[in-house]
């Protein structure tokens, strides 16, 4: 009955730790143990107390290398384990307390760039065996991925996206592992220019800008703030231009001033050196604005248009290029855009069209243009976002994407035609959702999977032109798990790759350090 229990105990050291031995080995069940392989080499070793494990110890493989080492104490897991590939590179990083995982669980993973190395790919908090707090997971670079919160194994709270270059792309709210929102920030557009939301922050993860872009310029207020979050100033911009109630007169500027016979003030205006600079403005002969004109520093026209006694744009509006170009046109009420605004390149073709409504916020439908005088894109509005149907086009006329959208939100089926693959699918509440399919050119099926909250998740298959399958597999929320299969075009599966969550662990039925060894 003692040996029973010595094996009872072995067993469960051996699954934990990846003990194997394939020959009959002596046991002291207090005192130091070695075990070993079929050809003498050692498989493990350390202290047992009555017949269990307890104290420091090491596993190898067969080459000789370690596999993991760690502590137990009074028979339980304890302390910091590590586990090792046959090269002797770190995998995994646990810390165990009581026989349970507490603190932060470490995985790695070899990369071979312009050279191999060993990198973080994930650390998560662990708290009585279950996940909690902050966790991070990180590009095959070593740069941070993401930033997620849990509860109770959940994603639960807010979490964060970021680029290789460490700028957060993506606020996220998760709510018991579901994707409530995930606002796309800091993010560039079809032409690579700024667009939409840009957040910057502080070292201590305060906010410390929030600007708005449309099409690489600054449309909105730029707000500033200190690192305790008070806000520091608020600037209005238009078209990349900050704009200001009252012009703010250079100390080297001359304000000169032109008046009527009668004395009444006809124009007034600054000068540098004779150059017009700032806003300029002319009176009627009974005191009404009737026109005014914004200079740059460099002395051309930024704009005409009237001002009132305040200084508010009211009525027709006119921008230039520094050509002299006409850039946009339209009508001002109380210093809001409203009703039909064109807007044009320099040479003269139009670059956009759309009105405003009485807020000032795009609504109804907007059109831009390619420089060769086709359109680029169709897009309907409400409230100053994207609300309803969209369509774009190539420069030959081709529809590039069409779908719709809900208060600024992809929603509901879309197309896309890039390159050589079509793809069409649905989105929810911005995030790719349901089965997607994807097409060559002449409308063959590509391949076609599940999406959920934005993520590969089920069964996934590929296929060749001919329409034979070309792979199959499985992803879990983006990651491939359990069988990949590679088939030839005669449909011969040629090869098959095991992975666990993105991690290679077979090919074609083998353990990844088998064949290496």
Not at 219 to 243: A, T
Not at 257 to 273: A, D, H, P
């Amino acid at each position: 009955m003692r040996t029973f229990r010595i094996i009872f105990f072995l067993c469960g050291l051996f699954l934990i730790s990846g003990i194997s031995f394939s020959q009959a080995n002596n046991i002291v069940p207090n005192g130091y143990n070695k075990f070993f392989y079929g050809d003498g080499k050692i498989s493990s070793e350390g202290p047992m107390v009555d017949g269990k494990p307890d104290g420091y110890w090491k596993t190898y493989y067969v080459n000789g290398k370690i596999k993991s080492e760690g502590n137990r104490r009074n028979f339980q897991l304890d302390s910091t384990w590590l586990f090792y590939d046959e090269n002797g590179n770190i995998t995994k990083n646990i810390y165990y307390q009581n026989d349970k995982k507490n603190g932060y669980y470490q995985v790695f993973k070899l990369v071979n760039d312009s050279i191999q190395k060993n990198v973080l790919i994930s650390k998560e908090l662990y708290i009585d065996d279950l996940k909690q707090g902050i966790s991070y997971y990180y590009y095959d670079s070593g740069a941070l991925q993401y930033q997620i919160n849990y509860q109770n194994n959940l994603k639960h709270g807010e979490g964060l996206e970021f680029d290789e270059k460490g700028v957060i792309i993506s606020e996220l709210v998760y709510r018991n592992d579901i994707t409530i929102t995930k606002n796309r920030i800091n993010r560039y557009g079809r032409n690579n220019e700024k667009s939409g939301t840009w957040k910057y922050y502080h070292e201590n993860g305060k906010l410390k800008t929030e600007a708005y872009y449309k099409n690489g310029k600054l449309n909105g207020y730029v707000k500033e703030y200190d690192e305790k979050g008070k806000l520091l100033s608020s600037k209005r911009y238009v078209d990349d231009e900050l704009y200001v109630e009252k012009e703010d007169i250079d100390e080297k500027a001359v304000v000169k001033k032109e008046f009527y016979v009668s004395g009444k003030l006809k124009t007034t205006g600054s000068f540098k050196k004779d150059i017009p600079v700032g806003q300029h403005t002319t009176y009627s002969e009974d005191g009404e604005i009737i026109d005014s004109k914004n200079y740059s520093p460099t002395g051309w026209i930024r704009s005409t248009g009237i001002t009132d006694k305040k200084g508010i744009k009211q009525g027709d509006w006119k921008y230039f290029y520094q050509s002299g170009k006409i850039k946009s046109e339209g009508v001002y009420k109380n210093d809001r855009r409203q009703d039909a605004w064109n807007f044009y390149f320099e040479d003269g073709t139009n670059e956009q069209t759309g009105t405003y409504d009485k807020r000032g916020l795009e609504t109804g439908l907007w059109t831009w243009y390619h420089d060769n005088g086709n359109v680029l894109r169709e897009e309907e509005f409400a409230n100053g976002v994207e609300n309803g149907k969209m369509v774009e086009y190539s420069r030959s006329g081709d529809i590039v994407s069409k779908g719709n959208y809900i208060e600024g939100v992809r929603e509901g089926p879309w197309y896309f035609s890039v390159g050589d693959e079509i793809q069409e699918g649905d989105f929810k509440a911005g995030l790719k959702d349901g089965v997607w399919k994807s097409y060559y050119p002449d409308k063959t099926l590509m391949a076609e999977g599940r999406y959920v909250d934005g993520e590969e998740n089920g069964k996934f298959k590929y296929y060749y032109p001919s329409g034979k399958i070309k792979i199959e597999g499985e992803f879990v929320m983006g990651k491939r798990h359990n069988d990949w299969k590679f088939y030839s075009e005669d449909g011969i599966m040629y090869t098959s790759i095991t992975y666990e969550l993105d991690e290679e662990v077979k090919i074609d039925g083998k353990k990844i350090g088998d064949i290496k060894n």
